[in-house]
């Protein structure tokens, strides 16, 4: 999370703006809801009150008005800093002070009102956390106010603005203001159109067929193109999300690596050059098993603070569930799945959710099985209902299991969008070449290291 600075220099400026231009800074920062106390630096918030009370007395204001205040109520002698003030305003070819970056100066002095105000919220939710039976409500409510601080919610928007939001879009490209997000792979932008802020999105595999893999390389591609993104990998270890993002980065054989067999000067140089990208990266990654309101805070906190837009969840059949003798568990996970579907859409956020398939009782176990179907979604449930798309992710039937899906073998994938609310189904070829963690199309495939 972003850290508090002393941003003295910038009050300093908006305190010279006032002084130099009244009407105009405190019309911007009233909408910004600019008040004394965003004055850290303790001469600024001094003159912000003798400001707001010279207006609330509906007083002239300007240097001399402020100087007088302050010589009357405040008991000092203020010119030295007021001449500061000016001093640091940019400078027109008269040598007049500007204000010409006075939006960037009160941005950042809101900006460093979210993050105090953010990290005060998410401190006095986590110390209510389950200490009381219904602790949804409160999730809600503060997070709520989370979002709004971060202006991530700053007004309800009206019929006719949504109507005009969805002609454009469609009028003016689907790429518009990172309302769609590209996929990795050309062919899943085929058949989705990319992935849609507000929806959810289910890829649900049998174990061990790769789905960990499949997310982390969407959500890596997401990151190296600007997107800032969030994974949940109960399921596994944040230091294995790391070590895979740079087993991808470094485009090394990660089974070697991890092996240590014959590991060269290039692999050592490439793995160093891949954590510093990996630094780099807007990937936020928690490992922490979470029940849905400890998620939803946490989710909440990322998307005010670093404006995260595209989370993973690996999977939710591991999200923890209260024990209840009143619900069966696969109509938890229904509840669950409709109160992740909610929250991605309050939060405008990509939701790409991992989830297991039962496994099959199939008879031949020389042969890879079956393509799955729906029902075969593990606990689904409403899982199925409540997801906009789901993608079902297996080893390409008819091959012989010992022979061709070996550890060290490249693995013939399809992927099959079995429930599209938006646009098409069908089912798409890959290559999942496990020594480096990475999908492949056909032609990606085809052509690799040439």
């Known amino acids: 999370m972003t850290q508090l600075q002393e941003l003295i220099d910038e009050e300093r400026a908006v305190m010279g703006c006032i002084l130099t231009l009244p009407n105009e800074t405190l019309a911007m920062c009233d909408r910004q809801s600019l008040v004394k106390t965003d004055f850290h630096?303790?001469?600024?918030?001094?003159?912000?009150?003798?400001?707001?009370?010279?207006?609330?007395?509906?007083?002239?204001i300007d240097k001399v008005s402020v100087l007088s205040y302050m010589r009357d109520y405040g008991g000092l002698d203020l010119d030295h800093e007021i001449q500061i003030c000016l001093d640091i305003l940019p400078k027109d070819a008269d040598n007049q002070p500007t204000i010409d970056n006075l939006k960037g100066y009160i941005d950042r002095l809101v900006d460093r009102r979210i993050v105090r105000e953010t990290q005060t919220l998410l401190k006095e939710?986590?110390?209510?956390?389950?200490?009381?039976?219904?602790?949804?409500?409160?999730?809600?409510?503060?997070?709520?106010?989370?979002?709004?601080?971060?202006?991530?919610?700053?007004?309800?928007?009206?019929?006719?603005?949504?109507i005009d939001s969805v002609a454009s879009f469609w009028a003016d490209g689907l790429l518009k203001d990172g309302v769609?997000?590209?996929?990795?792979?050309?062919?899943?932008?085929?058949?989705?159109a990319g992935y849609r802020s507000k929806s959810f999105y289910i890829l649900a595999a049998r174990p061990s067929d790769g789905k960990t893999a499949f997310m982390k390389n969407e959500l890596l591609y997401q990151a190296l193109h600007g997107i800032p993104v969030a994974i949940n990998c109960?399921?596994?270890?944040?230091?294995?999300?790391?070590?895979?993002?740079?087993?991808?980065?470094?485009?090394?054989?990660?089974?070697?690596?991890?092996?240590?067999?014959?590991?060269?000067?290039?692999?050592?140089?490439?793995?160093?050059?891949?954590?510093?990208?990996?630094?780099q990266l807007p990937i936020f990654v928690s490992d922490k098993r979470m029940s849905f309101e400890e998620f939803y805070v946490w989710l909440a906190g990322l998307v005010s603070a670093e404006g995260v837009k595209f989370v993973g969840v690996?999977?939710?059949?591991?999200?923890?569930?209260?024990?209840?003798?009143?619900?069966?568990?696969?109509?938890?996970?229904?509840?669950?799945?409709?109160?992740?579907?909610?929250?991605?859409?309050?939060?405008?956020?990509?939701?790409?959710?991992?989830?297991?398939?039962?496994?099959?009782?199939h008879t031949d176990i020389e042969q890879s099985p079956r393509p799955p179907a729906l029902e075969t979604l593990r606990d689904?449930?409403?899982?199925?209902q409540a997801a906009d798309v789901v993608m079902m992710l297996y080893k390409e039937p008819g091959h012989n299991l010992r022979e061709v899906f070996t550890l060290d073998n490249d693995w013939p994938m399809e992927l099959s969008i079995e429930k599209n609310k938006e646009g098409p189904t069908g089912q798409l070829g890959f290559h999942f070449v496990r020594s480096k963690q990475v999908y492949?199309?056909?032609?990606?495939?085809?052509?690799?290291?040439?």
């Open 125 to 162: 939710f986590t110390q209510k956390l389950g200490k009381e039976e219904d602790t949804r409500g409160q999730v809600r409510e503060v997070a709520s106010k989370l979002l709004k601080v971060s202006r991530a919610i700053e007004r309800e928007v009206t019929k006719e603005e949504k």
């Open 180 to 192: 769609i997000h590209d996929s990795r792979w050309g062919d899943i932008n085929n058949l989705l």
């Open 234 to 279: 109960p399921d596994t270890t944040e230091e294995i999300i790391w070590q895979r993002i740079i087993g991808e980065l470094s485009d090394k054989n990660a089974h070697r690596l991890n092996r240590q067999q014959e590991i060269t000067n290039d692999d050592r140089c490439a793995v160093m050059e891949a954590a510093l990208t990996a630094k």
């Open 380 to 384: 689904s449930g409403e899982i199925e």
């Open 314 to 361: 690996d999977y939710i059949q591991l999200m923890r569930i209260k024990a209840s003798d009143e619900n069966s568990r696969a109509r938890q996970l229904g509840e669950l799945a409709y109160d992740l579907k909610e929250t991605f859409k309050e939060m405008d956020v990509v939701g790409l959710v991992l989830s297991q398939l039962r496994r099959l009782g």
């Open 41 to 60: 630096y303790e001469i600024c918030s001094l003159l912000m009150s003798a400001v707001e009370s010279l207006r609330d007395k509906k007083v002239t």
């Open 440 to 450: 492949m199309t056909p032609s990606e495939y085809m052509f690799r290291g040439k």
